[in-house]
């Protein structure tokens, strides 16, 4: 069964820190992988996309990084700031299927 | 350019009574995907269309029917609505740029149904 796992659920971090949020998922044929912000009571934001070709995506502060044969993509948020406090969630598409699977997400809050 | 639309914002049901959730894009996009969300839960797909004229089912289909009348629209049907359907439901649509897949979300509706 193809299931995509984000952990820690939560994670609190002090402002201007460097973080990390893991993204693990099973059947490494994957097409491509999408990382998500979404704020409460809102809608998601697409942050970045990785196809399986590639190894990294980098949007201003964001970096996400894809390692296929290990089943793990990162999003790694340089110097965090107050208002990157969100639940951020992966996507996965595998390939020959439109079908697109979410994590549960991980809740970020950044400590002023 | 709207991107994704999805109407109602709101709605309370009673228990048993039907209606039905509209979502649009304007990107010209092929794919079109309703999934809900609920505390600690997730996203879950209900169903998706990859092209107008076809659906197929996701991972939490029961209870619920879906149109897609042309390639802008994409509905969800609750025809006996029940407590359990109390969630978030998002549109999405997917688009494709050569060959890049990137997902598109609606607003939500939050459906409450007593």
């Known amino acids: 069964k193809q299931e995509v796992t984000q952990i820690p659920a939560a994670l609190s971090v002090p402002e201007g820190e460097n973080l990390v949020l893991n993204c693990s998922f099973t059947?490494?044929?994957?097409?491509?992988l999408q990382w998500f912000r979404q704020d409460p009571g809102k809608g998601l934001t697409s942050l970045l996309l990785i196809q399986s070709s590639q190894r990294e995506q980098t949007s201003g502060r964001l970096n996400a990084s894809l390692d296929k044969s290990s089943g793990r993509s990162t999003l790694y948020i340089a110097a965090s700031q107050p208002g990157d406090s969100a639940t951020y969630l992966c996507?996965?598409?595998?390939?020959?299927?439109?079908?697109?699977?979410f994590g549960k997400g991980t809740r970020l809050h950044i400590l002023p | 350019n709207a991107g994704v639309t999805q109407t109602p914002k709101f709605q309370v049901l009673k228990t048993g009574q039907s209606m039905t959730l509209q979502c649009a894009q304007d990107m010209n996009h092929n794919s079109m995907y309703w999934y809900r969300q609920d505390p600690g839960m997730g996203l879950r797909l209900i169903y998706y269309s990859a092209s107008e004229g076809t659906t197929d089912k996701g991972e939490v289909p029961n209870g619920y029917n879906v149109s897609r009348l042309n390639k802008r629209e994409f509905s969800l049907r609750l025809e006996s609505a029940a407590p359990s359907q109390t969630s978030v439901y998002f549109c999405?649509?997917?688009?494709?740029?050569?060959?890049?897949?990137?997902?598109?979300f609606g607003p939500g509706t939050r459906l409450t149904v007593t």
């Open positions: 999405a649509s997917r688009a494709n740029r050569g060959y890049v897949y990137e997902q598109y």
């Open positions: 059947d490494s044929a994957i097409y491509n």
């Open positions: 996507a996965v598409r595998w390939n020959r299927d439109d079908k697109i699977i």
